[in-house]
């Protein structure tokens, strides 16, 4: 009796290691913490945060062999705070990236949740990898809706690498009930070429207003360039955004991209003082071209040691100046600390650990 019982279960976990075997599964993530002192804002001087440098996160992907040269694949990845066990992106439980798609020596086609071709290409030039005093609270990542960076409801193109040379274009449904109307649907391209330390790209966003009379557009351009003894990098946007900012009302003080704005991005890392250890530094300028003429810039340097292959300490400091009547905050890849008045100059300092896994 227990021999016949036993066969079954044998066939059935047999079955399930070589079907493991052939979706070739893997599980990956990021846990990263801080303690961030800041000053000039309001709310607590002393946090401890989740996600400073990178977001905290927990990952699954895998790919099939369909045979023919043609693969199956998906990625799905939760985002939490290790601080306080909770689901990050607003409580979605595979908020950071959820996708399924097929891949043949045309390239990868890819539905669901994924990050804007812009962001595609400032994430690898930031040298604080969208980390403290991230890039994107002055270059826009051209996400719809908030600037996290991610469209919902998205059709991805990815090409195949042609000497060096790759693109990436993705539509995002807005899903109106109006048959009449796209709106909120989203759309954007990105061009980019790698060939050994050079990285040059460029890539557009546009995304309707919810009821389609007009759009935010947003051009970028950005590179970087490792000369092994130094990495410079440069990031420069132009965006009008009159699908959200109206004619009446142009500008926000609190947060950057108007109707009419220019961005830019200047950085560099070096390495230096231990092994595995880098000094990094961006300066960020937001010029709002509008009469609101709400400007800010933003200096953040900082140092990185890797431990191992996987975990890393870091520091890092930077400070914001607002202009006129701006009241932009410090962000990181999680945390916007807090609300800061008209004109300030606030600033906020970080110690943590970054591990991968």
Same mark, same amino acid.
């Given at each position: 009796m227990k021999s016949k019982l036993a066969i079954p279960v044998l066939a059935s976990v047999a079955l399930a290691h070589s079907a493991f075997a052939q979706s070739n599964i /893997? !599980?990956? @993530? &990021?846990?990263?913490?801080? &303690? $961030? !002192?800041s000053h000039g804002m309001s709310g607590a001087k002393y946090q401890l945060n989740s996600?400073? /440098?990178? @977001?905290?996160?927990l990952g699954f992907k895998g790919e099939e062999d369909l045979g023919g040269g043609m693969k199956a694949s998906f990625i799905l990845e939760n985002g939490f705070n290790i601080d306080s066990g909770n689901i990050g992106q607003g409580g979605r439980f595979f908020g950071r990236k959820s996708v399924v798609g097929l891949k043949g020596q045309l390239g990868e086609i890819q539905l669901?949740?994924?990050? =804007? +071709?812009? %962001?595609?290409? &400032?994430s690898p030039i930031d040298p604080f990898s969208l980390g403290m005093g991230t890039v994107s609270s002055m270059v826009s990542t051209a996400a719809r809706g908030t600037d996290s960076g991610r469209n919902d409801n998205s059709f991805i193109y990815s090409s195949p690498d042609f000497n060096g040379i790759s693109a990436k274009a993705q539509y995002s449904l807005g899903e109106s009930t109006s048959t009449a109307t796209r709106a909120s649907d989203a759309k954007g391209f990105m061009l980019?070429?790698?060939s050994g330390a050079l990285l040059l790209g460029a890539a557009f966003n546009n995304q309707a207003n919810a009821a389609d009379t007009a759009s935010d557009r947003v051009s970028t351009l950005g590179g970087s360039y490792d000369l092994g003894y130094a990495k410079p990098a440069f990031l420069y946007q132009s965006g009008k955004w009159e699908g959200t900012r109206t004619a009446s009302v142009p500008s926000s003080a609190t947060s950057a991209f108007s109707r009419n704005y220019q961005s830019y991005m200047l950085g560099v890392t070096? +390495? %230096?003082? %231990? =092994?595995?250890?880098?000094? !990094? $530094?961006s300066y960020k300028r937001y010029d709002d071209k509008t009469v609101s003429n709400y400007d800010a810039n933003? =200096? =953040? &340097?900082?140092y990185k040691l890797a431990l191992s292959k996987r975990t890393k300490v870091y520091t890092a400091y930077s400070v914001l100046t607002n202009k006129n009547k701006s009241a932009l905050a410090i962000v990181d890849a999680t945390t916007t600390y807090g609300t800061v008045l008209a004109n300030s100059k606030p600033s906020t300092f970080w110690s943590g650990i970054e591990h991968s896994f």
């Open positions: /893997s !599980i990956y @993530g &990021i846990a990263d913490a801080c &303690i $961030a !002192i996600g400073c /440098s990178l @977001g905290s996160r669901g949740r994924d990050y =804007t +071709p812009s %962001f595609y290409l &400032i980019s070429y790698k070096v +390495p %230096f003082g %231990f =092994t595995g250890g880098n000094l !990094i $530094a933003q =200096t =953040t &340097i900082g």
